[in-house]
């Protein structure tokens, strides 16, 4: 049916990468100095999940346009989180702090789901319940945390897409979340960031409870994002359906100063993805016309 959400074509054609990953958008913002992309990811018929720091407070929404599939959607509003604030540790020397790193973008008209634009699915709305076949009607959004983070194993696979060179075809990306006792070696990493060497004191300053951590080489190695796909997709895949547990926020080294990814990541190399458990209320509050959410 079509209203099922984190379905895609399972293809091995890098020429199927749209319908591979339907719901991957990009978010093009035009300013007087430039153009600035990110990624997003499509969650319903009017709405994108993405980075809150892919916009400065003064983007106008006629300015920013999302390709979804093929089209390009104009957008009528962004919807930031309202405790984001980038600035709000600048008197501590933090001059950048990505806590509640989310925003939702609302595209002016009603997106017409097809082959190539497709939502993904969201924890805690009935799609994911059916997704991960919890048979049990009463299954509740503590159910869908326990089954897609679960800390007892510590390590949850997950995936996120990049782009090979600009206007190139999709691949698909695997990282560990490092939920169990691997956490605090992969959050401590984040001090080696360069713009919080030597001036951050403890790591909970810029890693707040609303991060996931990736990336390292241990207990694998992972892959690492690229500043360019800040605001994508952290997915977790069950039985080939997609749910999107983070949003790609920030991360430690950047794979793709200049533009391309090049070399190899050093081994504290890590990435941070806001948590889409943490931010419930938010998702709530500006889904639930469209989505079912659970208790
Ligand atoms: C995805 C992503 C976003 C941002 Br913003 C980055 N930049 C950064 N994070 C902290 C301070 N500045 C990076 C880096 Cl670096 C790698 N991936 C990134």
């Avoid at 709305?125 to 897609?148: F, I, Q, S, Y």
């Avoid at 983070?149 to 490092?178: C, M, S, T």
């Avoid at 690229?226 to 952290?234: D, M, N, R, T």
Wanted: charged content about 30%.
């Amino acid at each position: 049916a079509m209203d099922m959400c984190g379905m895609g074509k399972e293809s091995n054609d890098p020429e199927d990468a749209l319908i591979k990953n339907p719901w991957l958008t990009t978010i093009t913002i035009s300013r007087t100095d430039g153009e600035e992309a990110c990624k997003g990811a499509l969650v319903s018929e009017y709405f994108i999940i993405t980075a809150a720091h892919c916009f400065n407070v003064d983007d106008e929404a006629h300015l920013i346009s999302v390709k979804i599939g093929r089209s390009l959607n104009k957008v009528e509003k962004v919807i930031f989180h309202p405790n984001y604030n980038i600035n709000a540790k600048k008197a501590e020397g933090i001059n950048e702090f990505y806590d509640y790193d989310i925003a939702l973008v609302k595209v002016k008209s009603k997106v017409k789901f097809n082959p190539e634009a497709r939502p993904i699915c969201i924890p805690c709305t009935e799609g994911t319940t059916r997704a991960l076949r919890k048979v049990h009607p009463d299954t509740t959004c503590k159910d869908h945390e326990d089954e897609l983070l679960n800390v007892n194993v510590g390590i949850v696979p997950a995936i996120f897409i990049a782009q090979k060179r600009k206007h190139e075809d999709l691949e698909r990306k695997n990282v560990k979340i490092k939920t169990g006792d691997k956490k605090h070696a992969c959050n401590r990493d984040a001090l080696e960031a360069s713009i919080y060497k030597n001036v951050v004191k403890n790591v909970k300053d810029v890693v707040t409870e609303r991060f996931l951590c990736t990336g390292g080489i241990d207990p694998v190695v992972d892959d690492n994002t690229c500043k360019g796909e800040s605001g994508g997709p952290l997915i977790i895949t069950k039985k080939k359906r997609y749910i999107q547990v983070a949003v790609i926020s920030w991360g430690v080294y950047d794979l793709c100063k200049g533009g391309e990814r090049h070399g190899q990541s050093p081994p504290f190399a890590r990435d941070f993805h806001l948590n889409l458990f943490q931010v419930l209320p938010f998702l709530r509050e500006h889904l639930k016309e469209e989505l079912k959410f659970l208790p």
